[in-house]
């Protein structure tokens, strides 16, 4: 693995477990000194920390509720504070809620968009304004956002529409300072949120060309790509990794 992040400085929303545990530590092992957060796994978030310590890496874990408004900013400021400036933001954290329409709620809807929109606009209107100019943002967002598998996600799939749709319209907005903003759009990957151990696994691996979910690391290799000098031209772009199950 090459050390394409030494001295760079990183930033990984929602890192303490699951796909951005995985982009933590493989941006750590390419040399960036990364900053993770958690909501409330402090155990799971200091375990990351410890396990890329052990590799010889440089990691650390704070505290940041992407539901409470800002939150998020004050994990960038955090970030910079303690490690000089800020070169890669990965935002990761997100949230789902599923539940048929006659069940959700008010406050399901809200917390669905405060995670998986609010807090990713807050962190990356932060994050720009810190970076030098050629930095990388990297929102993880998903496939049910324009690809419906099963009731119960049109929430879910509407607020990484909307995260998407971020993405694409701040291209525009960071172009001119050579700052590449892109969204990695994972299909089903197994992680605790989503293990592909049960019988909608079983119908979606089923559906999948490859015929198998993808895992974090193969996420967090494209998410390494996208944050390095040979993607500098990429920008805008959603970039899928699902097996082939949207193709």
């Known amino acids: 693995m ?21 982009i933590a530590k493989r941006l750590a092992a390419q040399g960036a000194a990364v900053t993770l957060t958690y909501a409330a796994s402090r155990g799971a978030a200091d375990a990351v920390v410890q396990e890329i310590a052990g590799a010889g890496g440089q990691a650390r874990a704070i505290a940041a509720d992407a539901r409470q408004v800002g ?13 000089g400036g800020l070169d890669i933001l990965v ?14 709620q008010d406050a399901d809807y809200e917390a669905v968009f405060d995670v ?6 807050e962190v990356i209107r932060a994050a720009a304004a810190h970076m030098t100019d050629g930095g990388r943002i990297v929102a993880v967002t998903a496939t049910i956002a324009n690809s419906f598998f099963a009731p119960g996600l049109a929430v879910y799939g509407a607020s990484k529409a909307a995260a998407n749709a971020l993405v694409q319209g701040w291209a525009r907005d960071l172009g001119p300072r050579g700052i590449t903003i892109n969204a990695v759009v994972p299909g089903p990957v197994d992680t605790d949120m989503n293990p592909d ?11 999948v060309p490859l015929g198998r979910y993808g895992t974090s690391e ?3 290799a494209l998410v390494s790509f996208l944050a390095g000098p040979e993607a500098s031209f990429i920008t805008g772009a959603r970039m899928i990794v699902d097996g082939g199950l949207t193709a």
Do not use: C
């Open 2 to 22: 090459t050390q394409q992040f030494v001295g760079k400085s990183a930033l990984v929303t929602g890192g303490s477990r699951g796909i951005g545990a995985a």
């Open 71 to 83: 939150a998020s900013a004050a994990a960038v400021a955090d970030t910079v504070a303690h490690q």
């Open 91 to 104: 935002s990761n954290a997100g949230i789902n809620i599923t539940k048929p329409i006659d069940q959700y």
């Open 116 to 121: 998986n929109v609010r807090a990713s606009f």
């Open 197 to 207: 151990r049960t019988e909608l696994a079983d119908w979606l691996k089923s559906q």
């Open 218 to 220: 193969e996420v967090a």
